[in-house]
């Protein structure tokens, strides 16, 4: 089942932060977050894996809730370059590496 | 440099034919994965590739066909049955096959359109 991913689009000005979920109703095992620029490839930004585990990349952070099977991406102090289109994909403990995609978020960062 | 090259950038099909994207990895990555994206849509599953000359199913094979006959190759073919291919195609790899935790990487992709 496709996770869902909330807002669908949301637009900031420079400097403001931004929240991105993920929720899925099937157990998560890992989390994978991607931007993505109109017509070009998605760019991997982390992983997260169950257990709760926060990472971060400059100003980019993301959560992972396994009781909740949510993962949350925070964006603080927005950047122009921030704009694109985020991906979650969620993968199980199957011994295959499928993910299943979000269906995107849409940031818009203006100046 | 390491990664993934997809050709053509742009494909241009007539209905009735077939037509071959092409994936190639220098990453010596396990596992390869093709995608197709839809205008405002997530990634859906065609085929994957764990291993040479293993291939399964995604969520969207119907129209497709795949083979895995090098480790660095993982060729789609989209076929004259797939009624509706227009579309982006994205072909990923990934380092370790059998496992949810390794990155996916993704080509630059291939824009095909019905003509």
């Known amino acids: 089942q496709q996770p869902v991913q909330s807002p669908q689009a949301v637009i900031l000005r420079e400097g403001e932060d931004a929240v991105i979920n993920c929720s899925s109703s099937?157990?998560?095992?890992?989390v994978h977050w991607y931007r993505q620029k109109h017509g070009e490839a998605p760019v991997f930004l982390m992983i997260l894996l169950k257990g709760g585990e926060q990472k971060g990349h400059d100003k980019i952070s993301a959560s992972f809730n396994e009781k909740k099977q949510q993962s949350s991406l925070y964006l603080t102090a927005s950047q122009l370059s921030y704009s694109g289109t985020y991906f979650c994909?969620?993968?199980?403990?199957?011994?295959?590496?499928?993910?299943?995609f979000g269906q995107g978020t849409t940031l818009q960062v203006k100046p | 440099d390491g990664g993934i090259t997809q050709s053509p950038k742009y494909l241009f099909r007539k209905e009735g034919q077939n037509v071959t994207l092409s994936c190639e990895q220098n990453?010596?990555?396990?596992?390869m994965y093709w995608y197709r994206q839809d205008p405002g849509q997530g990634l859906r599953l065609i085929y994957y590739?764990?291993?040479?000359?293993?291939?399964q199913k995604g969520d969207i094979a119907e129209g497709y066909s795949v083979s895995r006959e090098k480790k660095e190759s993982f060729p789609l073919t989209v076929t004259s049955a797939q009624k509706n291919p227009t579309a982006f195609y994205l072909c990923a790899s990934q380092k370790r096959a059998g496992g949810s935790t390794d990155t996916q990487y993704f080509g630059p992709g291939t824009r095909l359109t019905v003509l």
């Open positions: 994909g969620t993968g199980g403990s199957s011994n295959t590496g499928k993910l299943i």
């Open positions: 990453l010596n990555h396990d596992a």
């Open positions: 590739s764990q291993i040479v000359n293993d291939f």
């Open positions: 099937k157990a998560l095992y890992s």
